[in-house]
């Protein structure tokens, strides 16, 4: 039985005085592709900001490859990609190989220099992206599906377990939004990386991803697409005839 690289159990979280995230529990194993769905406000990224640690849960507990929250220390094997708005500056003065290289400062010891595996590492990754002819250009100077590789790239380039993403493809066109997201697969099925990828696009995400959790504020459902689509609970949450809809994939 595949191991759980993360486990939540009867986690809630508040913000100021709303509880946004509520009583949730759920397990991601290793190779899964999971996609974290739900309305507006249903505290998406406020799940997985607290899977991070970067706010605080109310109540339950939350482990990383076995060990709890405030017992992990091998960042180094996640790669994160927050929402692109408020985590990235586009007009901060680094190449694309510049920023790449950031994301192998985690797992560095003082004084964090680069070597010549480094650089292999990197070029791996600017490759597996398509975005090696780029990697010299200025951060402003591409467009948003080359700025989202770029991004991707520095959060793979330390080849981490686990790459969880917050909407990374909100500012792409549809035909790099569907690269991208075809990178994403061929990572997971071909590497092993387990993928947990946050989305609004519920009628999308079955085409690449291979569990399904659907929140609102609360666990609405969490496992297969086919249990999704038998799922009398979620018939009763959505209606059938959007159910349906949202099951064309099969």
Known sequence: MPMNVISVSNVSVRYQSAEVVSDVSFDVAVGDYLGVVGPNGS?????????????????GTISLFGQR????????????????MVSFNPY?????????????????????????NDGAAIAKVLELLDIG?????RIGELSGGQLQRALLARA????????????????????????????????????????VLVTHDIMGIGRY??????????????????????????????????????????
Not at 97 to 105: D, F, N, Q, S, T
Not at 185 to 190: A, D, G, P, S
């Open 69 to 84: 929250l405030n017992e992990f220390h091998e960042w180094h094997q996640i790669g994160y990609l927050p929402q692109k």
């Open 209 to 250: 991803a291979s569990k399904l959790l659907y929140l609102d504020r609360k666990l609405i459902f969490h496992g297969g697409f086919d249990a999704f689509c038998a799922s009398a609970e979620v018939t009763n949450y959505f209606g059938e005839f959007a159910q349906h809809v949202i099951c064309h994939r099969h």
């Open 133 to 137: 002819k780029i990697k010299e250009a």
């Open 43 to 59: 505290g998406k990224t406020t799940l997985i900001r607290a899977l991070f640690g970067l706010i605080p849960c109310t109540k």
């Open 156 to 195: 793979m380039v330390a080849e981490p377990q686990i790459l969880v993403l917050d909407e990374p493809t909100t500012a792409l066109d549809p035909e790099a939004r569907e690269k991208f997201l075809a990178v994403l697969q061929e990572l997971n099925r071909t590497s092993g990386v387990t993928v």
């Open 92 to 116: 901060f003065p680094a190449t694309v190989r510049e920023i790449v290289a950031m994301g192998l400062l985690g797992r560095k010891r003082f004084p964090k220099h680069m070597d010549r």
